[in-house]
Structure formats: C-alpha cells, structure tokens
Nanobody
Framework: QVQLVESGGGLVQAGGSLRLSCKAS????????MGWFRQAPGKEREFVAA??????NYADSVKGRFTFSRDNAKNTVYLQMNSLKPEDTAVYYC?????????????????WGQGTQVTVSS
C-alpha cells in the first residue's frame, strides 16, 4: 500500500508560480514512476507530467512552463509551475505507478493522492 499526500496548491494570479509537492510512503519509492494529472470542473482528468527512470514527459499544454522533479531521499516529487494561466485551474492529483512505466495513461497508476486545488485568476 502506497499513500500519497499532495500540498502546495492555492490561488495565484496569471503569470505567477506555484510548486506542488507529493510525499509518498513506501521503501522502494525510487523505483516508482510518478505522475501528475489534473481535473477541471466539468472536464475529464488529464495528464500533466510523468517522471520515471527514463526521464520526464509533459503534456504539450504545460511543456516549457512546468518542471517535474523528484527527491528520492525524501520520498517526494515536485511540480514547479511557472507562467500559470487561468486554464491551468484544476484539482491536481499525484499518482504512483509501481511498475515504473511513466505513462501518460491514468489507468496504469495504482495509487492516487487526494488532490490539491490550483486556482489561477486572470
């Protein structure tokens, strides 16, 4: 069983920055692939970014603005979000894929956090 706890969401003006954190339980955290997804009101959950042993990949909508990193010593991943836009407003979810694929497909992730709200005002 893996528990994920996100933090760092909030309200920010367009053009601003936020850093989301996700702390995971588990003794083999370094082998997990981790992902960030988001869901805006009335929309389906969508892929934001993933990190695995092969590297990182990003949705086109956030490429160049968001940076995904991890600190295996702290069992924590981070999503640095810069140049935020109102369309980035959503609940952001951290997810863990114990098989390490780093896929953009939500179905491969076995564990999910509770989500953290990000609101970007115009």
């Amino acid at each position: 069983q893996v528990q994920l706890v996100e933090s760092g969401g909030g309200l920010v003006q367009a053009g601003g920055s936020l850093r989301l954190s996700c702390k995971a339980s588990g003794r083999t955290f370094s082998t997990y692939a981790m992902g960030w997804f988001r869901q805006a009101p009335g929309k389906e959950r969508e892929f934001v970014a993933a990190i695995s042993w092969t590297g990182t990949n990003y949705a086109d909508s956030v490429k160049g603005r968001f940076t995904f990193s991890r600190d295996n010593a702290k069992n924590t991943v981070y999503l640095q979000m810069n140049s935020l836009k109102p369309e980035d407003t959503a609940v952001y979810y951290c997810a863990a894929d114990l098989r390490g694929s780093g896929s953009s497909r939500s179905g491969v992730y076995e564990y999910w956090g509770q989500g953290t709200q990000v609101t970007v005002s115009s």
